[in-house]
């Protein structure tokens, strides 16, 4: 993934300022950095929520600067929400299966009238849903409701949701937040696993800092919508632009 000069402002306020990022293929990226720092603005220019001003996003050798969503998704890059992006009124393999609706081809007649060939590729969805979700401990849950899900749980249907658009970009916003220890552990286990069992390069916004720095090859560190730094963990920790406007000044 590429960005290049990537600027975008909200009403006057300068989301991301001419940001520039490289993360090297299959590898894993921390994005870190305090509240407002541009880090889900810079997901949302990524996958088509927002169109940045000025500057270019690739993925893979594709521009896709502007590209609708769905059109992203299409080119392998999908993502997890800070927020839980569950829809209720469905079960959790219902909500799984939604993963795959840019890979629908029967059309909309198809689908409207239920046609054979639809009702071939929602099966074949289904079945793919139900595997992702046994892999990830969750086959037991395929037809529970989401708010009778622990918060974990949850948080493990939106990742199998996002994997079955067979992504080869991830991108994960605070998948950490609100677990407790014991959790995040498991967490930074599942995300090493699925990035060798599914080939993926994966970035990584987190305020929770030992897991960013265990799991991550690359750490970027956003500040009031600019990058300050970049390289290995202990390059980004030791740096003293990083110490004065994330970690606290040093003494």
């Not at 927002?50 to 392998?76: A, C, E, F, K």
């Not at 997890?80 to 609706?101: I, Y």
């Not at 840019?102 to 595997?131: D, K, N």
Request: with cysteine; glycine share 10%; proline share 4%.
């Amino acid at each position: 993934m590429e960005l290049a000069d990537v600027s975008i402002s909200f009403g006057g306020v300068q989301a991301l300022r001419e940001v520039s990022l490289q993360v090297t293929a299959g590898g894993i990226c921390g994005l870190i950095g305090p509240n407002g720092a541009g880090k889900t603005t810079l997901f949302n220019c990524v996958t088509g929520v927002y169109r940045p001003q000025s500057g270019q996003v690739r993925w893979n050798g594709v521009d896709l600067t502007g590209m609708p969503r769905r059109q992203v998704i299409r080119h392998g890059v999908a993502r997890t929400f800070q927020n839980l992006a569950l829809f209720p009124e469905l079960d959790v393999l219902q909500n799984v299966m939604l993963g795959a609706h840019h890979r629908y081809g029967a059309g909309i007649a198809s689908a409207a009238l239920r046609l054979p060939r639809f009702r071939a590729e929602e099966e074949r969805v289904r079945a793919e849903a139900a595997e992702i979700l046994r892999s990830l401990d969750l086959g037991q849950l395929a037809h529970a409701a989401p708010g009778d899900l622990t918060l974990g749980m949850a948080k493990r249907v939106e990742l199998a949701r996002a994997l079955l658009s067979q992504p080869q970009l991830l991108l994960l916003d605070e998948p950490a937040s609100g677990l407790v220890h014991s959790e995040v552990r498991e967490l930074g286990e599942l995300i090493r696993e699925l990035r060798v069992r599914h080939g993926l390069t994966i970035v990584l916004v987190e305020h929770h800092m030992e897991l960013v720095m265990s799991l991550a090859d690359q750490v970027a560190v956003l500040a009031s919508g600019q990058r300050i730094a970049f390289g290995s963990p202990t390059q980004v920790q030791q740096d003293p632009a990083v110490v004065a406007a994330y970690l606290g000044t040093a003494e």
